[in-house]
């Protein structure tokens, strides 16, 4: 079965530190994708980050990198100089090339001023 | 263009009445999904429609649920004789082709009360 676990239901930190979310998947496909969606409280639902499992390169997008862990089966998201606006509900995503996809149950952060 | 649109943003209901919740894609995309999100909880998948393909309905949670694709643009989703445990966010959510590493564009989501 394919699952993804999000380990931390809610986190705090204070405005510019750096915070790292954690996720753990299991899949028996060995290629697949691996996303970071954020929910903030507007309910809409955006892409932060995406990995294919067949790169070994982590992917970074500005603040936002992963580190991806294929041997592990984690892939966890790290925020550095949080700001107030990443409040929201992050998504740990894994989906396969049948387009099978699957939500981890989301870790709420909260952003402290 | 515009992003994806669902209609109505809210609805809320009786138990045992049936409703019907609209999604309007991205123009162009051929993938369509929909997703129910319970409070506080993830995202749990319900359908998904690729192109002229037959959809993916393994998702749906009993047969009161149902949904349709017309001309490969706008889908709607109907719950027949609503229970209070439809109560939930309907996210729609398109992507170009079906690619896996394809980006999903979601909609606001249609919060469903059933009274």
């Known amino acids: 079965a394919q699952t993804v676990t999000q380990s931390q239901p809610e986190m705090s930190v204070q405005e510019a530190e750096t915070v790292t979310l954690s996720c753990t998947y299991d899949?028996?496909?060995?290629?697949?994708?691996l996303f970071w969606y954020k929910q903030p409280p507007s309910r809409q639902m955006i892409l932060v980050i995406r990995q294919e499992a067949y790169k070994q390169q982590n992917a970074t997008e500005n603040r936002f990198s992963v580190n991806f862990q294929k041997a592990a089966k984690s892939f966890s998201l790290k925020i550095s100089d949080s700001q107030l606006g990443d409040t929201a509900m992050y998504f740990c995503?894994?989906?396969?090339?049948?387009?099978?996809?699957?939500f981890g149950k989301g870790t709420r952060l909260h952003i402290l001023p | 263009g515009a992003g994806v649109s669902q209609s109505p943003s809210n609805k809320v209901t009786e138990k045992g009445k049936d409703v019907e919740l609209r999604c309007d894609p991205i123009s162009g995309h051929t993938a369509l999904y929909w997703y129910r999100q319970s409070l506080g909880q993830g995202l749990e998948f319900l359908i998904y429609?690729?192109?002229?393909?037959?959809?993916?309905k393994s998702g749906l949670p009993s047969d009161r649920f149902s949904a349709e694709r017309t001309g490969g643009s706008v889908s709607t989703l109907t719950i027949q004789r609503t229970q209070q445990e439809d109560s939930a966010v309907y996210l729609c959510?398109?992507?170009?082709?079906?690619?896996?590493?394809?980006?999903?564009?979601f909609g606001p989501g249609t919060r469903l009360t059933v009274l």
């Open positions: 959510a398109s992507s170009r082709d079906s690619p896996p590493s394809n980006e999903q564009f």
């Open positions: 995503v894994l989906r396969n090339r049948d387009d099978k996809i699957i």
């Open positions: 429609f690729q192109g002229n393909s037959a959809p993916d």
């Open positions: 899949t028996s496909e060995s290629n697949y994708y």
